[in-house]
């Protein structure tokens, strides 16, 4: 080291000890000279310290590490190695960071936070999974990880030893470890290992947790979980041996603890029904549950917990007769300790109540005799050589006996459950390897220590020995390996502490042997110990006590109070009360106690897993195997078990003991870490070389050091050793190793410093510079303004004078203009007075004269008016004396009339001038209803029609009745016609009330009619507004998506994210489904190879893997119900097969039953009707020739007005669909335009249904009217054939009468056919209302269902809901399907009658062309002549279909088309298919795409992992699915094709269902090869995005921990490739240059593209929050550079619009978080605006991981993170941490009609498909 160069000078700055916080921080002050007894020092306060140092005062203070170490990830990457180092840095982690787990070079440190934390997620388990353990931030997931990955390269077993002490959190961080072994190593069957695995921990945590005064959920006994893995590294099994459970917790427990939570999850559901049986009340009533004074642990409900053991239970495959009978077993304990043991007088004695209920509970739990057990549980036998005797026992012995049998009761319970667990998790697979997880108590130190500290120290000692030989053991294999010369590093050595306790004579020995004699005492051991022990190092006699030691443990020192050791080691159980259990009635109790042969282990090459504490065999036995024995066995079996593996160690701290969330106790914490060991493995890292450097990290990182000849030198290596020789002095500070530089401590620090230095002095020479620069600039800014100013000046001052002489003159010229307009103004307003005089003058004059006028005119109309009354007075005088006179006249005239009258009364002239009046009166009313008839419709015209001619016929007939009376002058004949023209007078009167009735129920009908017409109307101009606002809405969208003015609006996004949404579940199923496919393929393999037996055996290899689907139609389930046909469909599926779907066979059996009896239903009703339409026929159809021509009528309007109307909404609908269609293809990602075009088809379709309905009514009445007219003529055509000399007789007279009610039974048959119409159609609603009604009770069933179960029992019966949804459509379709087959079949067979003997003609004359052409073909490949009636079809024989799969799929290579067109195999596969199509060949077209589906599956499987082979399949199977739908005839799909493409179209068949049938396929190809893409540049993503110098020399280097530099990594392999950003780029370009090549639609690329981008992103964004030493400004840059790299890619491959730039959005914000400031509020709020594609907690990890690389940046302030979390609260942000990197974007496939015509394809002769004919 330079000789300038002193540690303790000023400004540095030491740890000082502190009795509050153990360490303080100071500085010095004054510079320290060796030999000075004080050392002056400044605390962070400012307060001054003398801080005494010298040989016997103080040592010399700590040095602290610069603050760009403080924080690191590791603590060996610490420059100064030393416990308050450490402290500060956990700390710091813990407090400021929210970190709670630290390396400790082989350690994982892990801080209880006492708060749920989201950081163990499954997102964060995929993080981790196959990373490097240095290359992540330290966390439990990465000791599991490196664990599994050690397995599986070393081939060796593992083992994860997780130690603390209590409430320090070990179970839970044994539990995550489980879990990422469950999630990383998941179980390849269906036994679902990896769950029962983690639902062993509820059981045991119910039956081994208690609460303590420290920890609510502590773990009272020690477990080792071994799970076992397969040689694919899967979980196949597991195992457990628990240690040392607390038994005497059962019987005691101190204040505020608790008993184990069985008791009391007992307790709690005691309501339950089948738990009534067992006795239980509160926990306050027994004595075992209420010792501690608090039942109830805050945030914990037993009840629910207990349902949880129960689950857990049943999932480990217990039946619910063993649980009963463990409940029993339970409860029974609590009533054994209830029971009351009373003293007798001479207390040498004691008896049991008779009546005792806890005593009759106990024995009928346990199934034991009452008298026997009240009997032994106060007696005791004792045997002499010679007799047996059975004495009394006082009752605190007999009590103490009670609380032995009650603990001995629940450890064999305990050890059954365990036992049984076990069983429950073996498999019967062999096992591999298997990695360990060890859950073990740490060093325990109370005020009170007895048998079970003992214990637990002294497993600790074991521990810690082996912790201390594995981590000197990979020290100095670090050495060898970099071959440097080293010496032995002493350790601390605990051997003779274990000596002292489990060696010959030790203190256990000497405890068993006090527990042999038969009076010994804990006394008389203590006075052992002392005896033996004194002179050991290692004990120690306390001065103040004679029953208790001191063992001196690595850790500290601890005082065992000697009583009870003995009981506790003895265990002691009286064999009277066992004899009595075993005699049990329940089998269970009576197996619990029975004893069982201890057979030795066999030796295999793996450790065999048991119980630790096994059943003794016999009494005898049971007195000689103490628990000390038996711990020590166990103990002893366990080291050599951690001694077989490889250990990983996880030591938990627990921060504070008030259980507080990020609290930190800085004294407790101290405690902890030298008892866990920690401590120790940093002081053997700093006894060698803790601080490693490999030399392209130091080169990078010194390299401002070196001169510059050694920076431009090539060898690195020689650069580093030269600056290290001359920057350190002492040789002995540093060695060179193969690959890395070691330190001694310290020494990295001394180079950080003279680093700071270098940079510092550089600094201030930028200032100097700078500065300089600037104020030279400066002064010439100054300079130059002076001048400037002076010129300004005088220009101002040249400006002013200018003015002042511009302002004189222009005061002259205001002043003259002033004078002017002030004279001016003068003579207007004298003007203005005079013509206002003069006005004023002039009307006076005129008013006077207008009075004059006026008063004139009145007084002639008062004139006119009293002259024109006077004449009206006389005028009215005259007309009354006129009136008089003929009043008097005429009533002399009437006297005289009324005379004449009466005579006349007599004379038959009287009757005919009576007829006359009612002649006319009949003419008055038929007026008068032709009046009121106008106002009605068709029908009210129809009978005014009538009327008028009945009318017209009745004066016809009175006027021939007046000829005759003139003829005939007969009496009599008048008489007889006047009795029949009453009779026609009544028979009219009767007809005119039919009539009007008829008129009011028309009225009445015609207006209900006009009100429905009227809504109607208003309906249908809602509608049509609605057409309208949707025409100009689409006009609108086409402009703005045309003109590019308007963005997309929130409901366009909405409906896009639900369809993605619906999309993306769609396509999850279908990855379900090809997931369960591949592993059904796996499986059948596996069954092929574990059952192969010698010889051949073949592989029926031509099975449909699309035949076992049954979404697929390619096998008919048309007739599944059908036995024989499901038989035949078993044989060609195969056993296997049809094994796995014969649950589907039987769901699709039901369903076709249920839709037969649907449909018997549905015709029995529909011949219900036709029987009811038969019955109402004959009423409603009248056979006369009237209500004929009036059908035929009708029929004959009806056609007319529904062919008019039908063509033009014809015309209207083709032009919407064809505008919809248009724009729907221009933006096909759209599904607004989708929603609105189906959504203008129900109202169009809706508008039609009503104007039929109005069309109907108006044709009725005009029918009506057609009707009466045609009456109307034929009446005519009967007057005019009637003689009309011909006497009048009474049928003539009754055929008005009977046409009229015709007319009436016309208008009834019409109403009648409205109503049944009308009540047909309120039926047909209610059925609708009905099923509606069922299927919203259905779906409400469901939702409550639905909510009643779990969250993820809720995705899963989603799931099934939606595959069951899914496969009713299916069969819904397929049924209709099948209909319309039928249909197409009758059209078929009458087809092919016409056909047969064309077909016949064509077939020979094929034949005969064949037998000419085909011998030809080897010698004449192509004939030129043929190629002009080329109609785009190739032509191949049914035999040679497995020839042309094979060639054209099976084993075609992509390169064979290279330089053809692309997609050529589907062209080619589509030509088939249309000849086949052309010759009506159905089977030939199925079997052919039913044979090229499977081919492509089959070739896809065999090529999993290429990337060509994958984008080619995908890029063919999408180009004959466009090929299916652009020739299939479809309107939507034939709008852009050609006239001779629309030629080419199919004419046959409808391939709908194989066109889902490939766009499956297309799903899966793309989801395949999405995840070949991504695999192959995975490994690329972080290494070039974050590691790789993309700006050279910008990246800082920092000290590097022991994880960064130990053998964890695969350094024999040559290490993980590194990867550069350009090589990723490289490979992009690669990917989308080869699906340019096949063809690929553009907006698949792109898609595909995006999805890239999205693991690009998440990939790199998880690795950023998750490693801290990323996390900097220099990183940032580089990020930042990075992804501006690839979306200029994107921009040079035209893809920028793919929407794959928005996916870099969230790492783009990440670079900028880490290059803007991070210090003032404006920063904050500027940070918040920024970064809105991250969520909160990304945004404060990311500010939390910030670490500067110079001591020239500064670390974010807690104040400054917090108040970015305020502004931030309000977010509504996802809880998870990570980017799922698994998401997948929803895939589009959308149409693209190829512009190739099918007879211009040109097929190369090198693919070898000659045996095709060109038709």
């Known amino acids: 080291m330079t000789s300038n160069y002193y540690p303790y000078s000023k400004f540095t700055r030491v740890w000082i000890p502190d009795p509050e916080d153990v360490w303080k921080a100071a500085e010095i002050t004054r510079d320290y000279r060796e030999g000075e007894s004080v050392l002056h020092l400044k605390l962070e306060d400012e307060t001054p310290v003398e801080y005494p140092v010298g040989p016997n005062r103080n040592p010399l203070p700590f040095l602290r590490n610069p603050d760009i170490l403080v924080g690191e990830n590791d603590l060996t990457a610490l420059s100064y190695l030393h416990e308050p180092a450490v402290l500060h840095n956990l700390r710091v982690r813990f407090l400021e960071s929210n970190h709670i787990y630290t390396y400790c070079g082989i350690v994982l440190v892990a801080i209880n936070p006492y708060e749920q934390l989201q950081i163990y997620g499954e997102e964060v388990i995929n993080a981790y999974s196959g990373q490097n353990m240095g290359d992540m931030d330290p966390h439990i997931f990465a000791v599991a990880e490196e664990a599994y990955k050690q397995m599986a390269r070393d081939e060796r077993n593992q083992s994860i030893i997780v130690s603390g002490e209590s409430g320090a959190g070990k179970t839970v961080s044994a539990k995550y470890a489980m879990r990422f072994f469950a999630t990383v190593g998941g179980s390849t069957n269906d036994t679902n290992v990896e769950e029962k695995v983690l639902a062993s921990s509820p059981i045991m945590e119910a039956i081994g947790n208690a609460k303590t005064t420290r920890n609510d959920n502590s773990s009272r006994f020690g477990k080792y979980i071994q799970i076992g893995f397969s040689r694919r590294y899967h979980i196949i099994g597991a195992n457990m041996r628990t240690y040392l459970l607390e038994k005497s917790r059962v019987v005691f427990q101190a204040e505020d603890e608790r008993n184990y939570h069985i008791f009391y999850q007992l307790c709690a559901s005691a309501s339950l029904p089948e738990l009534r049986d067992l006795g239980l009340t509160s926990a306050e009533d027994f004595t075992y549950t209420s010792l501690g004074e608090n039942i109830f642990i805050e945030g914990v409900n037993d009840a629910e917990d207990f349902m949880k053991t129960r689950e857990a239970f049943a999932l480990l495959g217990i039946k619910d007769s063993s649980q009963s009978s463990i409940f029993r077993i339970m409860a029974s304990i609590l009533h054994l300790g209830n029971i009351e043991i009373c003293s007798e007088r001479d207390g040498e004695s004691c008896h049991i109540s008779k009546d005792d209920v806890h005593l009759k509970h106990f024995c009928r739990l346990l199934g034991v005799e009452l008298r026997q057990m009240e009997h032994w549980l106060c007696h005791r036998k004792l045997a002499t050589a010679s007799e047996t005797y059975v004495k009394t026992m006082p009752s605190r012995q007999a009590a103490n006996a009670r609380d032995a049998l009650a603990k001995h009761i629940y450890a064999r319970m305990f050890d059954w459950i365990v036992e049984h667990i076990n069983v429950s998790l073996q498999t019967s697979s062999k096992q591999h390897s298997f990695i360990g997880v060890l859950d073990i108590y740490g060093f325990e130190t109370f005020e009170v220590n007895s048998f079970e500290q003992f214990c637990i120290n002294y497993a600790n000692e074991k521990l810690q020995q082996q912790f201390n030989s594995h981590v000197f053991k990979l020290e100095q294999e670090e050495y060898m390996k970099e071959q440097i010369p080293w010496t032995l590093i002493d350790f601390y050595d605990n051997q003779p502490c274990i000596d002292l306790i489990e060696a010959r004579l030790g203190i256990l020995d000497l405890l068993d042997e006090e527990c042999k004699v038969p009076k010994g005492t804990d006394q008389n051991w203590a006075q052992k110990l002392y005896k ?67 057979a030795p282990p066999p030796k295999t090459s793996r450790i065999n897993v048991r119980a630790a504490k096994t059943v003794p065999r016999a009494p005898n036995k049971e007195h000689r195997k103490t628990v000390g024995h038996q711990f020590r066995s166990s103990l002893h079996l366990l080291m050599e078990t951690l001694n077989a593996t490889t250990p990983h160690y996880v ?3 627990k921060p504070n003991d ?28 700093a006894a060698g070389y803790p601080s490693r450097w490999t030399y392209p990290d130091f080169f990078s990182r010194y390299r401002v050091l070196m001169r510059k000849c050694d920076v431009s030198s090539a060898d690195k290596k020689l650069s580093c050793k030269n600056l290290l020789e001359t920057l350190i002095k002492e040789p002995d500070m540093f060695q060179f190793g193969k690959t890395k530089i070691f330190f001694r401590a310290g020494q990295v620090a001394y180079l950080e410093k003279l680093r700071a230095d270098k940079f510092r002095a550089a600094c201030i020479r930028i200032q100097k510079t700078v500065r300089g620069c600037l104020q030279r600039v400066r002064y010439r800014k ?34 003259k203009q002033y004078r002017m307009a002030r004279d001016r103004r003068a003579y207007l307003r004298v003007r203005r007075a005079v013509v206002t005089i003069q006005a004023y003058a002039r009307g006076m004059f005129t008013r006077r004269i207008y009075w004059e006028f006026l008063l004139h005119h009145k007084a002639m109309i008062i004139q006119r008016s009293v002259r024109s009354w006077l004449q009206r007075r006389k005028f009215r005088r005259a007309r009354n004396a006129a009136i008089i006179i003929q009043c008097a006249f005429r009533r002399v005239r009437a006297k005289r009339q009324l005379k004449q009258l009466k005579i006349e009364a007599r004379s038959a002239e009287h009757l005919k001038k009576l007829n006359t009046g009612m002649e006319n009166k009949i003419v008055q009313l038929q007026r008068k209803m032709d009046d009121q008839s106008k106002e009605h419709r068709a029908q009210n015209e129809q009978l005014m029609m009538v009327n008028s001619a009945l009318g017209s016929e009745l004066n016809k007939l009175q006027k021939e009745l007046q000829q005759v009376r003139g003829q005939r002058g007969d009496g009599g004949q008048l008489t007889s016609l006047q009795d029949e023209l009453a009779k026609l007078r009544e028979e009219l009167q009767q007809a005119y009330a039919d009539r009007k009735r008829l008129e009011e129920e028309h009225g009445i009908e015609t207006l209900g009619l006009r009100q429905r017409v009227d809504e109607l109307e208003t309906e249908n101009s809602l509608l049509k507004t609605e057409k309208e606002e949707m025409k100009q809405r689409m006009v609108q969208q086409s402009q703005s998506t045309e003109g590019g003015d308007s963005s997309v609006s929130q409901t366009e996004v909405s409906l896009q994210t639900e369809l993605d949404a619906e999309r993306q579940r769609y396509q999850n199923l279908l990855r379900e489904f090809s997931r369960l496919e591949q592993r059904y393929e796996n499986l059948r393999e596996d069954l092929s190879l574990s ?11 031509n099975q449909s893997s699309l035949e076992s689907d049954s979404n697929y139609p390619s096998v008919s389930t048309s007739e599944v119900g059908d036995t024989e046909d499901s038989i035949q469909l078993v044989e060609e599926m195969g056993v296997e097969k049809a094994a796995m779907d014969i649950s589907l066979f039987m769901k699709l059996q039901k369903r076709v039953r249920e839709l037969e009896q649907e449909r018997k239903r549905l015709q029995s009703s529909v011949d219900k009707m036709e029987e009811l339409a038969k019955r109402r026929g004959p009423e409603t159809r009248s056979p006369t020739s009237e209500q004929e021509a009036a059908d035929l009528a009708y029929s004959n309007l009806k056609r007319q007005e529904l062919e008019s109307e039908n063509k033009k909404l014809k015309n209207d609908l083709n032009e919407l669909r064809k505008t919809v269609a248009e724009r729907a293809s221009q933006n096909s990602s759209s599904n607004e335009l989708r929603d609105g075009y189906n959504l203008l088809l129900g109202q169009l379709k809706a508008a039609n249904e009503e104007l039929d309905a109005r069309k109907e009514e108006v044709l009725i009445l005009r029918t009506q009217i057609v009707s009466a007219a045609q009456l109307q003529e034929k009446n005519e055509h009967v007057q005019e054939g009637t003689d009309s000399r011909e006497p009048v007789d009474k049928e003539d007279a009754l055929t008005a009468y009977h046409g009229l009610c015709e007319s009436k039974k016309l208008l009834e048959a019409q109403l009648q056919s409205q109503s049944r119409q009308h009540s047909d159609e309120l039926e047909a609603l209610h059925t609708q209302i009905e099923l509606l009604k069922d299927d919203i009770e259905k779906k409400q069933e469901i939702l409550n269902y639905t909510m009643s179960l ?48 064309v077909q016949e003609l064509e077939a020979s004359q094929a034949a005969a062309q064949t037998s000419r052409s085909r011998p030809e073909l080897s010698r004449q490949v192509t004939v030129q002549r043929k190629e002009k009636d080329f109609e785009g079809m190739l032509e191949y024989y049914k035999e040679d279909e497995a020839r042309l799969v094979k060639t054209l799929i099976t084993d075609f290579k992509p390169d064979t088309v290279s330089g053809t067109v692309p997609c050529l195999p589907a062209y080619i596969l589509f030509m088939c298919i249309r000849h086949a199509d052309y010759i009506n060949d159905d089977q030939k077209v199925e079997s052919l795409l039913t044979s090229t589906i499977n081919a492509i599956k089959r070739v896809l499987k065999k090529n999993n992992d290429d990337f060509e082979m994958t984008s080619f399949w995908l890029a063919n199977a999408s180009r004959l699915l466009h090929c299916l739908k652009q020739y299939s005839g479809d309107e939507v799909f034939v709008s852009q094709n050609s006239a001779k493409q629309n030629e080419h179209c199919l004419k046959n068949f409808d391939l709908a269902e194989y066109r889902q049938v490939l766009s499956d396929l297309s799903i899966q190809i793309y989801q395949q090869l999405i995840r070949v893409a991504e695999g192959i540049i995975q490994p690329m993503i972080v290494s070039a995005m974050l590691e790789s110098e993309s700006i050279p020399s910008l990246a800082g280097v920092k000290p590097m921990g022991y994880r960064n530099r130990s053998s964890s990594m695969d350094t024999d392999g040559g290490g993980p490739s590194s990867y550069t950003l350009e090589a990723l780029i490289r490979q992009l370009g690669q990917f989308h240059s080869i699906m340019r090549d096949h063809g690929l639609d553009p907006e698949i690329v792109g898609q595909v593209v995006r999805q890239l981008f999205h693991c690009i992103n998440a990939i790199t964004l998880n690795n950023l929050l998750l490693r801290k030493d990323v996390c900097s400004w220099s990183t940032g840059m580089q990020l930042r550079y990075n992804t501006s790299q690839m979306e200029e890619w994107l921009r040079g491959n035209n893809l920028y619009q793919s929407k794959a730039a928005a996916s870099l959005e969230p790492i783009i914000q990440a670079a900028q978080l880490l290059q803007v400031k991070k210090k003032t509020s404006q920063d904050a709020e500027a940070i918040c605006s920024l970064c809105t594609a991250l969520t909160t907690q990304q945004i404060v990890k990311i500010l939390n991981l910030y670490t500067p690389l110079n001591e020239f940046e500064e670390r974010v302030t807690v104040s400054f993170i917090r108040n970015i979390q305020n502004r931030l609260q309000d977010r509504n942000d996802p809880p998870q941490l990570l980017v799922d990197t698994k998401h997948t974007f929803p895939v589009l496939f959308p149409y693209t009609p190829s512009a190739l015509s099918l007879e211009t394809l040109h097929i190369p002769a090198s693919i070898g498909l000659d045996f095709l004919i060109r038709v």
């Not at 059952?1091 to 290899?1101: A, C, I, L, M, Q």
């Open 532 to 598: 033996q022990h004194s002179s050991s190092a290692h004990f120690q006699k306390p001065r103040m006590s004679n029953t208790s030691f001191v063992i001196i443990h690595f850790a500290d020192k601890v005082e065992y109070q000697c009583e009870g050791f003995l009981e506790k080691n003895r265990d002691t159980v009286y064999e009277e009360q066992i004899n009595i259990l075993k005699a049990s009635q329940f089998q269970l109790v009576a197996d619990l106690f029975h004893e069982k042969d201890d």
């Open 651 to 653: 030591r938990c701290i």
């Open 658 to 685: 008030h259980k507080e969330a990020f609290s930190f106790d800085s004294r407790r914490a101290v405690q902890q870490l030298r008892a866990c060991g920690v401590l120790e493995t940093i002081r053997i890292s």
């Open 782 to 815: 100054i300079r130059k303004s002076a001048i400037t100013l002076q010129r300004y000046g005088r220009g101002y001052l040249a400006r002013r004078y200018a003015e002042h002489l511009r302002l004189s003159r222009a005061a002259l010229t205001c002043q």
């Open 1091 to 1101: 059952k192969f037996h010698p010889g051949h055996r073949r592989n029926p290899s």
């Open 1350 to 1397: 779990s969250p993820e029992a809720q995705v899963e019966y989603s799931v099934q809901q939606e595959i069951t949804r899914l496969t009713n459509d299916n069969l819904d379709l397929k049924e209709l399907v099948e209909k319309l087959e039928k249909n197409e079949r009758k059209l078929k067979k009458q087809l092919r009658i016409y056909m047969k003997k």
